[in-house]
């Protein structure tokens, strides 16, 4: 660390900083932009196949219905300018996806 120059207020390093003064590795380490659930909860019907969405069925295309039940979940921090997300949804079997 020489003197003059900015450093990161955790590590001390001089690579590249965000507003607060941390580096990148510093600032995810310390910053939380979204929060998630790990798994997410959707219900099929198995007979019909009909998706239940805001207390009403009817008939999503399943990669429709996952991205909407993501986006209900998903809590993002305010000041955060651009989030991009990837969804993967896993067929346990018949019934469970």
Known sequence: MSLGKAFCVVCGAEDELTKERLCVPCFKERT???????TIQGFRCPKCMMYLHSGRWGHHESEEYHEGLVQEALEVEGRTEALGIGIMSEEIDERNT
Do not use: A, C
């Not at 939380?32 to 790990?38: C, D, F, N, R, V």
């Open 32 to 38: 939380k932009l979204s929060i998630l659930s790990e």
